[in-house]
């Protein structure tokens, strides 16, 4: 369905991003990766898939922390892969404390990365995608872009920023072939998950098993977790021509959580 497009995921060295870059190149997209991590084991992530779907996959390692990175992220995909057709606008961090308590340099790197970055990746991205009339604008946002909790100030400001800068992509480009959707997961095993897990094992002497059955009896009905190729397959739905009109939509796959 996407052979001949070209799709950037950032964050895609690990849990979602990863699922959604894999996901994409099954269905022939060519793949610009980005994120952190060991460069033998994002190598082999590269090639495996490039190999298993039979499509071109470049990595770059912009840090999405620094606005002048994510517009070489998207310069490197047009130098590389020929254009971004796809823009999934994944990478992100979480921080936990008190408004407070919350230290000032992490309310700015979660709102850089997990804001600003779709900004600049949109804003880079968007002119190539309107001359050829046709893209797609994917922002993985969160159910904490539609609800709060506490202790997460940051991370709830920006997914809500997410939401609202989605639509207004959307109503910039209601007339053309460019969509601009949001997706809004609940909770997903993933290690930006496991490290709250892992806290919440820690304060309350639980085991790994006993603490994710907390975690998601508190938010999640559905007692399970979502899954990355869940995900990954709503991103493929979004890329599809039945999802020409969903624009401006912030689509939560939460188990529940957003249904209390
Ligand atoms: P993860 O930690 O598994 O992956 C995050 C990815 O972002 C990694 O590839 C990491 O290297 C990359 N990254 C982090 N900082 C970066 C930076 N400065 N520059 C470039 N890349 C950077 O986390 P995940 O759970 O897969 O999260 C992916 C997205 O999904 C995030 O935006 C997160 O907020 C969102 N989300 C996750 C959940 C969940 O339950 N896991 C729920 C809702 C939303």
Same mark, same amino acid.
């Given at each position: 369905?996407?052979?001949?497009?070209?799709?950037?995921?950032?964050?895609?060295? /690990?849990?979602?991003?990863?699922?959604?870059?894999?996901?994409?190149?099954?269905?022939?997209?060519?793949?610009?990766? $980005?994120? +952190?991590? %060991?460069?033998?084991?994002?190598?082999?992530?590269?090639?495996?898939?490039?190999?298993? +779907?039979?499509?071109?996959?470049?990595?770059?390692?912009?840090?999405?922390?620094?606005?002048?990175?994510?517009?070489?992220?998207?310069?490197?995909?047009?130098?590389?892969?020929?254009?971004? %057709?796809?823009?999934?606008? $994944?990478?992100?961090?979480?921080?936990? /404390?008190?408004?407070?308590? +919350?230290?000032?340099?992490?309310?700015?790197?979660?709102?850089?990365?997990?804001?600003?970055?779709? +900004? *600049?990746?949109?804003? *880079?991205?968007?002119?190539?995608?309107?001359?050829?009339?046709?893209?797609?604008?994917? $922002?993985?946002?969160?159910?904490?872009?539609?609800?709060?909790?506490?202790?997460? /100030?940051? *991370?709830?400001?920006?997914?809500?920023?997410?939401?609202?800068?989605?639509?207004?992509?959307?109503?910039?480009?209601?007339?053309?072939?460019?969509?601009?959707?949001?997706?809004?997961?609940?909770?997903?095993?993933?290690?930006?998950?496991?490290?709250?897990?892992?806290?919440?094992?820690?304060?309350?002497?639980?085991?790994?098993?006993?603490?994710?059955? %907390?975690?998601?009896?508190?938010?999640?009905?559905?007692?399970?977790?979502?899954?990355?190729?869940?995900?990954?397959?709503?991103?493929?739905?979004?890329?599809?021509?039945?999802?020409?009109?969903?624009?401006?939509?912030?689509?939560?796959? %939460?188990?529940?959580?957003?249904?209390?």
């Amino acid at each position: 369905m996407l052979k001949g497009k070209v799709a950037v995921v950032t964050g895609s060295t /690990s849990g979602i991003g990863l699922g959604i870059a894999r996901a994409l190149a099954a269905e022939g997209a060519d793949i610009m990766m $980005n994120g +952190f991590g %060991d460069a033998g084991e994002i190598e082999t992530l590269r090639a495996g898939m490039a190999a298993e +779907f039979g499509v071109r996959v470049a990595f770059n390692g912009a840090d999405l922390a620094k606005p002048a990175e994510t517009r070489g992220l998207i310069e490197a995909a047009i130098a590389e892969l020929g254009k971004v %057709d796809i823009l999934v606008n $994944n990478a992100g961090i979480q921080f936990v /404390s008190p408004v407070e308590d +919350f230290p000032d340099e992490q309310w700015e790197r979660v709102i850089a990365i997990n804001l600003s970055a779709a +900004f *600049y990746g949109t804003k *880079y991205a968007l002119p190539g995608m309107k001359s050829r009339n046709w893209g797609r604008i994917i $922002n993985v946002a969160s159910a904490h872009g539609l609800a709060a909790s506490p202790n997460k /100030s940051a *991370y709830v400001a920006a997914k809500h920023g997410v939401v609202g800068l989605t639509k207004v992509v959307a109503l910039e480009t209601a007339e053309t072939g460019v969509t601009a959707n949001a997706i809004c997961p609940g909770w997903v095993l993933t290690p930006l998950v496991q490290k709250q897990i892992d806290a919440l094992a820690a304060r309350k002497g639980l085991s790994d098993a006993e603490a994710s059955r %907390d975690l998601l009896s508190e938010k999640q009905p559905s007692k399970t977790f979502v899954t990355p190729e869940q995900i990954a397959a709503l991103a493929v739905f979004i890329c599809s021509d039945a999802a020409a009109n969903l624009r401006g939509a912030a689509i939560n796959m %939460d188990g529940g959580w957003l249904a209390q």
